[in-house]
C-alpha cells in the first residue's frame, strides 16, 4: 500500500469542490487505517529516516516532545482560485490570486517539536531496525530521491525559488555531507547545522529532525513536553519559507505585515523547511513509554503482552538483580534500591504533593570514571537518560531551566525540559570545591525543586511558570548529597577490582542482547502496572507504624512512613504484584531498616555529619 | 505629525484637479452586503489597479455625503466619510486629517482633525440602501438616497445618521450614579457623566474622551453591538458626534485636534485564549502583560511627489502601506518625473507592542500565547514592558505576503491588534486600591454555589480541611492560614492621620524539620494568585523589596519590584525564615506593620505598597524544637519582628499513639486511594479559590456593638491575666490581631457583620497560638512579654534577683577596688542556691555595669 497523497494544506485546490466534510472523512480514512494491526510500521518515520530520503507531502510519522507552542494562526481553510486563464496562475503553493465570497478563516497552531531528549543510542537503533525492515521501498534507492524532486518542480509552477539555497553555501554544503552519510551513523561528530541554525534542543549534542508541526484540531488536548507520536503530512515546500536576507528595508517600513517579527523571531518560526520540515497533523499518539520493545498501543495484544511477561517477572527480576549487584560491586542492597528506583513514576499528585517519585542518592561512590560507566549501563536499561555531571563549571554555565526568549519569541529549552521518566543522572563525584555563581545557584536550587517537587519553574523573565515533570532523579555522590533525595544508600563494595573499567565491561559484556532485552521490557512494564492496597493490610500498616513509633519516636517519622510505602509499592510491582501484601510490607520494611542501619553507621564513621 | 505646509487654497485647486484624474477606484459593494472581514481587502487590490476602475462623476461623489449633513463634509476628517467616494483618490485632497483645514470656520471645522490609524482606512466602505437590491453603480446609490431609504455603510447595518444621533444622545443622558470608577472621581454622579467629560476636555485641552462600552450597552444593546462589530465604521462616526455636541457646547475652545472617542472595557472578550477567526475586525478588549515594546516606528500617511521636469507637487495617501505613485504628472504630462520627497511627507507614529497572556489566564501545562499590538500616534510610548495592562482594540488579521515585492500573499493570516485604549492594571496596584480593575467574574451559577456552601453551619471546618489535604492534622494552623487567606477588613484612617490599619494577617510557623511546613507553603503559593515563595536562604533585601537595574536598551533606571511588593494584595511566603539575614529582615518591619516600602536609592525615593501578608516558616536553632526553651531562644529572631505576627503556630511533633494511627490511615490512604474518592472527600481547590476571592472582594464585614463588647472584654481579660502576676499579658497589637481575625471568620461566614461568635473564635485561635508560642517553660504560664520584649517576666526577674545577689555578695567584701572575675563567678555560684550560669553571672554584672556600680575590663571587675 503506498500511503502518500496530494497534501490538503499545500494544494487545496484540488478539493475545494468537492463536498465539504471531505476534511472530516480524509480524517476518519487515516485513522481508521493507523488502527489496523502493523499499519502504523510502514509509515516511515522522521526519527529513522533521513529527511532527504522522504517524498514530500507524504505521510510520515514522527516521534517526538513538543518543546515550544506558537502562537496560534488563522489561514483560509477554504478558498477559489482565479481562472488559470487570467495572467496570475493558480499555484500549488500556498499563493494565489483568490476570490472572496467562499473564504473560510480557520485556526490552527505549530508546535516546534523535537525528537525526544535523551533516547537511548539502543532504542533509536531497535526502531529504526524496525521500521527499516518494512520501508525499505519508499525511499533508500538515491534515483528515486531525484525523481521525486523533479515532481515536485512540476507542481510548482516557480520554480527559480525552488533551488536556491536557503542558508549560506558553506552550511548547506555540510548538512548535505551530513545527509549523505549512512543514516544509522548516531555517532558522529555533533551536528553542524546547529552551528548555523540553532534547533533548540533541550540537551546539549542532541540531533535529529526538529519538526514544526501544525496543528488543526484537538488543540487543548496537547501540553507541553508531552511525547507524542504524529502522523503527518511532511511538507518541505522551500516557498513556505521566508526568505530572510533578500528583504529590502525600504520595502520592511511600507509593509506593516513584514516588520512584525525581528529577524531572530523569523529564524525562530520560519527555519529553511530543508533543516526544519513541516509536519502537518493528521493524528497524533501519546506515548506511554518510548521502549521499542514494547506494544505502544494500549491495544489487546499489549494486555495479553503483559499478561505473558508477568509470568516471567519475578525470575526476570532476579536476573536483573544479580546483574545490577555485580554493576554496584556486590552490593545488594544498593542493587535492589537502584532496581526500584528504576522502575519508579509519579503516579499522581496530592495538591502539591507527588506521589510516587523516588529519588535515590547513591553515596560512597568509587571516584574515577566509575560513575559514567554507572550510567553507561543505566542507559542501557532505559529508553531515555541523561547524565548531568554536575561539575563546578557545568552548573555555572549550563542552562537548565527552559527560559523564554522574548526577542526570538519561543521558549530557549534547557537541560530540564525532558520527557516523562527519563532517567537524570546527577554525577555530584564531579563536583569540586569554588563558588556557584548566580546562575549555578539558580540551577541548584532548580534541581532541588525537581527533587522534591517534580516540576520545574520555566523562566517567563517576567513571572515563573509551573510546569510539572515526571523525572526519574539519581544522584551518584561521594558523601550525602547536597540535593534532597527520597533515599540515600552509601555504597558498600564487596569487590574490590582492580582495574574498575575492565571490570564494568566484563559484566557488560557478559550480558546477551535477548537479556538486555528483557530488563528493558521489565523496566518498562513495571512501572505501567497498576496498584492497590486492601484495608486488611492498610490496617497492619498502621498497626505498624504505630508500633513503630512507640519504640522509638524519634527516629519514625511521617518522612519515613511515606518513603516506606512508596518502598513497599514498588517492591510489590518489581514482583508483577499489583496488591500490597502483609508480605510485602515486611519486606520493605526490612530493607529500610537495612538501609537505615547502613546510614547511622556511615554517620557514626564521619561523625560530624548532621 | 500634523504637517504645516497646507494651505488653504490647496483644497480648492485640488479639486479642480479632479477632471485629470484618469480613474477613481471607488467601486460599491457589488459582492453582496454581508462582507466577512477578508472581503475588505479587496481594496488592496483594486488600487493595484488590475481590477477595472469605474469613472465616476465628481459631482455625484461630492453629492452624496451632502445628504446627510452638509456641516459633516466640511469636516476634515477622512474617516467620517460615509460615502462611497474612495478617500485614496485625488478627490479628497481637502480632508485629510493631517491638514490645517482653511475654512474660516471655528468650532467642528476650525479644529483639524487628526488621523486615527488604529482604526486603518475606511475608505473602502461605501454606503448601501439596504432596501433596494445592490446598486451596481454609484450613481444609483445618489439617487435613491434621495428617496430618503434608509443608508448603510457597505457590508455592515449602520446607518451614520441614527448611529450619530444615539450617541449624541447617550453622551447628554448617561447618568451612571453607581459609578465607583477612579477616572470619574470628583465628578457629579447624577448629571450626564460624559458631558462632564466633555467640559473636562475643554479646561483641560485633552482632545480624548474615553467611553466605557458597559455603558453604552446598558444604555443601548443595539448601538452596543454595532460598536463592537463595525468598530471601523462606528467609532468615526462617534468621534463625528462628539465633535458637533462639543463645538456645539464649547463654541471657543481650542483643541490640538479633534476629539477623539476611545472605548474601552468592551465586555466581549477578555481572553487571548479565546479569540477565534471570527473576532477579526472586532472591537476586543483583552488582558496580558507587555513583554516587548519595539523602537518608535515612522509610518507614513502621506507621500509627497514633486515632479522633477516642472516642480509640480501632488500628495497621494498611504493606504494600507502602499503609495500608489502617480506615473504621470498632471501639470507637464511628463511620464514616470515625479519623485518622493521624504521629509514633506506626512507621518505618525506608531509602536510595535508585544503582549503575553497574562499567568492567571493560562491552562496548565501550556505555554502563553503572545499577540502583536500596534499603538498609534499619542499611545506609542504609554506603556513599558512589564505593565498588566488591558486593551481594547480591533483585531486585525494581515494576509502575509509571500515577497514583499508582489502582492501574491500567502494562505496564512498574521494578527494583530490595533490598540484604541490602554487601560493599565498593575498600576494602581503600586498606588492605590485596585477595586475594580481585577475583579474576577464570577458567574451566577458559581455564586450560588459558593453561597450555598457558605450557608453551611460548617463552612468553617469544611474550608479549613479542604485546605492541604495532604498534610494531616493540624487543624489550628489551617484554621489559622485560611484566616490569613481571607484577612480582615480594610480599614483607612488616614484622615485622622494614623493612615492605615493593616488588613493582613500575618503568620509564622515554627517547629522542628520535616513537618510539612514547607509543604503548606507551597500549598498556599498555589492557591493564591499573587503568591510569592521565598526561601529565606536564597532571598537578599533588594530581592523581597525593590531594585533599580538599567535597563540595557534604554539606558533609562528602571525599578524592579521584589517579592514582596509582587504579592500586594496576596500572600508572601517565606520558608527558612531563621536563616535570613538581618538586613533583610529587617526590611520585613516596615511591610508587616505599614504595609508599605519606602525605597531610597539610585535616584529613586518613593513609597510602595506592600500590602501582603506574611506567611513564614522557621527551623528551631537546634535544629530540633527543645521545649525548655522559650519561641524566642529556639528559633533566635528578634522580638520586635515577632511582635509583629498575629499568629505564631508551633508544629511539632506531638507523640501520642492515638496521634500516630490517625497520620498512618492518613498517609496510606494518600497512597491508594484513587482520584474519584479524593475528590468527594474534599472541596475542590477551583472552588476553594473562587471561594477566597469571592469573599475577599464582595465581603466586607463591620464589627456590630455586641462583637465590641466581647472583643474589649476579651482584651481586658487578657491584661488581667499578667497584672496579677506582675506583667503586661497583653498589648494593643494583640487587640488588633483579635479584630483582624473576628473580621476574617466573619468573611469566612459570607456575613457582613462580625458577630460574637466570630470573637469567640478569633480568641480561641489566639489563645492555643499563645499557649503553643508564648509559654514561659519555666512556669508553664502563657506570658506575651516573651514575644513583645524577647524575655518572659519570670526570666526578667531571675535576672534582677542575680544582680541583687551579686551586688549584695560584693558589697559584703567590703572595700576592695579590684576582682578577679573568675573568683567572683566562683563565690556568687558557691553562695546561690540556684544554679547560676556563666550567661546570668555575665548578665548580672552588665547590669551592675548600667547602675554604674563597676566596670569589667578584661578579666577584672573594678567597683567605682
Not at chain 1, 532517567?423 to 525543586?449: C, H, K, M, W
Not at chain 2, 485647486?13 to 472581514?37: C, E, F, Y
Not at chain 2, 496521634?659 to 477551583?686: C, G, N, T
Amino acid at each position: 500500500m503506498r500511503m502518500w497523497f496530494v497534501c490538503r494544506f499545500c494544494c487545496p485546490a484540488a478539493q475545494s469542490n468537492s463536498n465539504p466534510e471531505w476534511e472530516a472523512k480524509v480524517l476518519e480514512y487515516f485513522k481508521g487505517q493507523l488502527k489496523e494491526k502493523e499499519s502504523h510500521s510502514w509509515v516511515p518515520s522522521l526519527n529513522d529516516v533521513p529527511l532527504h530520503y522522504l517524498k514530500p507531502n507524504s505521510l510520515v510519522k514522527f516521534r517526538c516532545l513538543v518543546q515550544d507552542m506558537f502562537d496560534p494562526e488563522f489561514y483560509m481553510g477554504v478558498y477559489e482560485t482565479v481562472d488559470p486563464s487570467t495572467k496570475f496562475k493558480p499555484r500549488s503553493g500556498s499563493v494565489l490570486r483568490f476570490k472572496f465570497t467562499n473564504t473560510v478563516t480557520a485556526e490552527r497552531q505549530t508546535f516546534y517539536c523535537v525528537p525526544i531528549p535523551g533516547e537511548s543510542p539502543w532504542a533509536k537503533e531497535i526502531s529504526f531496525l524496525s521500521a527499516a525492515r518494512v520501508v525499505p521501498s519508499t525511499s533508500y534507492v538515491p534515483s528515486r530521491q531525484k525523481r521525486s524532486y523533479e515532481e515536485d518542480d512540476d507542481m510548482d509552477t516557480q520554480p527559480q525559488k525552488q533551488r536556491e539555497p536557503h542558508t549560506e553555501p558553506h552550511g548547506n554544503g555540510d548538512s548535505k555531507r551530513q545527509e549523505t552519510e549512512a543514516p544509522s551513523s548516531q555517532t558522529t561528530a555533533p551536528s553542524d547545522c546547529s552551528s548555523h541554525l540553532d534547533l533548540n534542543f533541550p540537551l546539549p549534542g542532541e540531533r535529529g529532525p526538529a519538526c514544526l508541526v501544525k496543528v488543526y484540531e484537538g488543540l487543548d488536548s496537547f501540553k507541553l513536553n508531552d511525547t507524542l507520536e504524529i502522523y503527518g503530512i511532511l511538507s518541505v515546500n522551500p516557498v513556505l519559507t521566508v526568505l530572510g536576507e533578500e528583504k529590502d528595508p525600504s520595502l520592511l517600513l511600507l509593509n506593516p505585515t513584514e516588520s512584525m517579527e525581528t529577524p531572530e523571531e523569523q529564524r525562530a518560526h520560519d527555519p529553511p523547511a530543508s533543516l526544519v520540515p513541516r509536519l502537518h497533523m493528521l493524528y497524533a499518539r501519546p506515548l506511554q513509554h518510548n521502549n521499542p520493545l514494547l506494544p505502544s498501543a494500549p491495544t489487546e495484544d499489549q494486555s495479553a503482552f503483559v499478561s505473558s511477561f508477568l509470568v516471567e517477572m519475578a525470575s526476570v527480576r532476579a536476573e536483573l538483580l544479580a546483574y545490577l549487584t555485580h554493576v554496584l560491586l556486590g552490593d545488594g542492597l544498593a542493587a535492589e534500591y537502584l532496581l526500584l528506583h528504576l522502575i519508579s513514576n509519579v503516579y499522581t499528585r496530592r495538591d502539591v504533593l507527588p506521589l510516587g517519585k523516588f529519588t535515590l542518592n547513591l553515596s560512597g561512590c568509587p571516584l574515577n570514571s566509575y560513575t559514567e560507566r554507572l550510567y553507561q549501563i543505566v542507559q542501557q536499561l532505559v529508553p531515555c537518560s541523561y547524565r548531568l555531571s554536575m561539575s563546578l563549571h557545568t552548573m555555572n554555565s549550563m542552562r537548565l531551566v527552559p527560559k523564554k526568549d522574548y526577542v526570538a519569541n519561543r521558549l530557549v529549552s534547557g537541560a530540564l525540559q525532558l520527557a516523562r521518566n527519563t532517567s537524570l543522572f546527577l554525577d555530584e563525584t564531579q563536583l569540586e570545591q569554588g563558588q556557584l555563581d548566580s546562575s549555578g545557584v539558580r540551577n541548584i536550587t532548580a534541581l532541588g525543586n525537581l527533587i522534591s517537587w517534580q516540576k520545574v519553574d520555566y523562566d517567563f523573565s517576567y513571572h515563573q511558570m509551573e510546569f510539572p515533570c515526571n523525572i526519574n532523579v539519581l544522584v551518584t555522590s561521594e558523601g550525602r548529597s547536597l540535593l534532597p533525595s527520597d533515599c540515600q544508600v552509601p555504597l558498600q563494595p564487596q569487590v574490590t577490582p582492580p582495574n574498575m573499567e575492565e571490570y564494568l565491561t566484563t559484566i557488560h559484556m557478559a550480558q546477551f542482547t535477548s537479556q538486555i532485552n528483557k530488563f528493558r521490557v521489565y523496566l518498562s512494564l513495571a512501572r505501567t502496572l497498576d496498584y492497590s492496597i486492601s484495608d486488611e493490610v492498610t490496617k497492619a500498616v498502621e498497626d505498624d507504624f504505630v508500633d513503630m513509633r512507640k519504640d522509638d519516636p524519634q527516629s519514625v517519622t511521617a518522612e519515613d512512613l511515606h518513603r516506606m510505602l512508596v518502598v513497599a509499592r514498588l517492591l510489590s510491582l518489581s514482583l508483577g504484584q499489583t496488591t500490597l501484601s502483609r508480605d510485602g510490607w515486611m519486606r520493605a520494611k526490612h530493607i529500610d531498616m537495612l538501609r537505615r542501619s547502613r546510614t547511622e553507621q556511615q554517620k557514626s564513621l564521619n561523625g560530624n555529619e548532621p | 505629525m500634523s504637517s504645516p505646509t497646507s494651505t488653504p487654497g490647496r483644497r480648492k485647486r485640488n479639486r479642480d484637479d479632479i477632471p485629470a484624474t484618469p480613474k477613481s477606484t471607488a467601486k460599491a459593494g457589488s459582492d453582496g452586503l454581508v462582507s466577512p472581514p477578508s472581503q475588505r481587502r479587496r481594496g488592496q487590490d483594486s488600487s493595484n489597479g488590475d481590477l477595472p476602475a469605474m469613472p465616476t462623476s465628481p459631482g455625484t461623489d461630492i453629492a452624496s455625503p451632502a445628504v446627510h449633513d452638509t456641516s459633516l463634509f466640511s469636516s476634515p476628517r477622512r474617516s467620517v466619510l460615509p460615502s462611497e467616494v474612495d478617500m485614496s483618490s485625488p478627490l479628497m485632497y481637502g480632508t485629510p486629517s493631517s491638514r490645517v483645514e482653511g475654512t474660516p470656520r471655528s468650532g467642528v471645522g476650525g479644529t483639524p482633525a487628526r488621523q486615527r490609524p488604529d482604526l486603518g482606512s475606511i475608505r473602502k466602505a461605501p454606503q448601501v440602501d439596504l432596501h433596494s437590491e445592490p446598486p451596481s453603480a454609484d450613481g444609483a446609490v445618489a439617487s435613491e438616497q434621495a428617496l430618503g431609504q434608509k443608508l448603510v455603510i457597505w457590508g455592515t447595518d449602520v446607518n451614520v445618521g441614527t448611529c450619530k444621533e444615539k450617541f449624541q444622545r447617550f453622551l447628554q443622558r448617561f447618568i451612571d450614579p453607581a459609578s465607583n470608577e477612579d477616572e470619574n472621581a470628583g465628578l457629579d454622579l447624577n448629571e450626564p457623566l460624559y458631558m462632564q467629560k466633555l467640559e473636562e476636555i475643554s479646561v483641560v485641552g485633552e482632545p480624548v474622551l474615553n467611553v466605557n462600552c458597559s455603558h453604552v450597552q446598558s444604555f443601548d444593546a443595539d448601538l452596543y453591538r454595532q460598536l463592537i462589530s463595525y468598530p471601523q465604521e462606528v467609532i468615526p462616526t462617534f468621534d463625528m458626534a462628539v465633535n458637533e455636541l462639543f463645538f456645539e457646547r464649547f463654541p471657543d475652545s481650542i483643541l490640538e485636534h479633534q476629539i477623539q472617542v476611545r472605548p474601552y472595557n468592551a465586555l466581549k472578550t477578555r481572553n487571548m485564549r479565546s479569540l477565534n477567526p471570527e473576532d477579526i475586525d472586532q472591537m476586543i478588549t483583552i488582558s496580558g502583560m507587555v513583554i516587548r515594546t519595539s523602537q518608535l516606528i515612522p509610518e507614513m500617511q502621506e507621500a509627497f511627489f514633486q515632479c522633477q521636469v516642472c516642480a509640480f507637487f501632488t500628495r497621494v495617501e498611504v493606504d494600507r502601506g502602499r503609495i500608489a505613485e502617480p506615473a504621470v504628472c498632471r501639470n507637464c504630462n511628463t511620464i514616470h518625473s515625479l519623485a518622493l520627497i521624504h521629509n514633506r511627507s506626512a507621518f505618525s507614529d506608531k509602536q510595535m507592542i508585544k503582549v503575553q497572556e497574562s499567568p492567571d489566564d493560562m491552562p496548565a501545562g501550556q505555554t502563553p500565547h503572545t499577540t502583536i499590538v500596534y499603538a498609534h500616534n499619542d499611545l506609542v510610548d504609554k506603556v513599558q514592558p512589564g505593565d498588566r495592562i488591558n486593551i481594547t482594540g480591533i483585531y486585525r488579521a494581515v494576509p502575509m505576503r509571500e515577497n514583499p515585492r508582489q502582492s501574491n500573499v500567502k494562505s496564512v493570516y498574521k494578527t494583530h491588534i490595533d490598540v484604541i485604549h490602554f487601560r493599565k492594571t498593575d498600576e494602581k496596584r503600586l498606588h492605590g486600591l485596585d477595586e475594580d480593575s481585577d475583579q474576577k467574574l464570577f458567574t451566577e451559577e458559581r455564586v450560588q454555589i459558593l453561597k450555598e456552601l457558605a450557608s453551611k453551619p460548617d463552612v468553617y471546618d469544611r474550608l479549613s480541611s479542604a485546605l492541604a489535604p495532604s498534610i494531616y492534622e493540624h487543624e489550628d494552623i489551617k484554621k489559622g492560614i485560611l484566616l490569613q487567606l481571607f484577612g480582615g477588613t480594610r480599614k483607612d484612617f488616614s484622615q485622622t492621620g494614623r493612615g492605615n490599619f493593616r488588613a493582613e494577617v500575618n503568620i509564622l510557623l515554627c517547629g522542628d524539620p520535616g513537618t510539612s511546613k514547607s509543604q503548606l507553603l507551597q500549598y498556599v503559593f498555589n492557591l493564591v494568585p499573587r503568591g510569592q515563595y521565598t526561601s529565606g536562604k536564597g532571598s537578599s533585601a533588594v530581592g523581597l523589596t525593590a531594585y533599580v537595574m538599567k535597563d540595557p536598551e534604554t539606558k533609562q533606571l528602571v525599578l524592579q519590584t521584589g517579592a514582596l511588593v509582587l504579592s500586594d494584595n496576596g500572600i508572601c511566603c517565606i520558608d527558612e525564615f531563621d536563616k535570613m539575614s538581618d538586613s533583610t529582615r529587617s526590611v520585613l518591619h516596615e511591610v508587616m506593620e505599614q504595609q508599605t516600602l519606602s525605597i531610597a536609592k539610585a535616584g529613586i525615593i518613593c513609597q510602595l505598597n506592600a500590602r501582603t501578608s506574611v506567611l513564614a516558616a522557621a527551623n528551631p536553632v537546634e535544629s530540633q524544637w527543645n521545649p525548655k526553651k522559650t519561641t524566642i531562644e529556639n528559633i533566635q529572631l528578634p522580638h520586635t519582628l515577632l511582635s509583629r505576627f498575629d499568629l505564631i503556630f508551633l508544629m511539632l511533633d506531638p507523640q501520642d499513639e492515638a496521634y500516630d494511627r490517625r497520620l498512618a490511615h492518613h498517609l496510606v490512604a494518600l497512597y491508594y486511594q484513587s482520584e474519584e474518592q479524593i475528590e468527594e472527600e474534599f472541596l475542590d481547590m477551583a472552588v476553594l479559590k473562587d471561594y477566597i476571592a469571592y469573599a475577599r472582594t464582595y465581603i466586607n464585614p463591620r464589627l456590630n456593638e455586641e462583637a465590641s463588647q466581647a472583643l474589649i472584654e476579651a482584651y481586658v481579660d487578657m491584661r488581667k491575666i499578667g497584672s496579677g502576676r506582675g506583667m503586661v499579658s497583653a498589648y494593643p497589637r494583640q487587640l488588633e490581631s483579635l479584630i483582624r481575625l473576628a473580621e476574617a471568620h466573619a468573611k469566612v461566614r459570607f456575613s457582613d457583620k462580625v458577630e460574637t461568635i466570630d470573637v469567640e473564635e478569633a480568641k480561641r485561635l489566639h489563645r492555643e497560638a499563645l499557649k503553643q508560642s508564648a509559654t514561659d517553660p519555666r512556669t508553664g504560664f502563657v506570658d506575651i512579654s516573651i514575644l513583645t520584649t524577647g524575655m518572659s517576666a519570670t526570666a526578667r526577674k531571675r535576672k534582677e534577683e542575680v544582680a541583687r545577689a551579686l551586688k549584695k555578695m560584693i558589697q559584703s567584701k567590703g572595700k576592695t577596688p579590684a576582682m578577679k572575675y573568675q573568683q567572683l563567678f566562683d563565690d556568687l555560684r558557691g553562695q546561690s542556691e540556684a544554679a547560676i550560669t556563666k550567661d546570668m553571672f555575665e548578665e548580672a554584672l552588665r547590669a551592675l555595669a548600667d547602675e554604674d556600680y563597676l566596670t569589667v575590663t578584661g578579666k577584672t571587675v573594678r567597683l567605682l
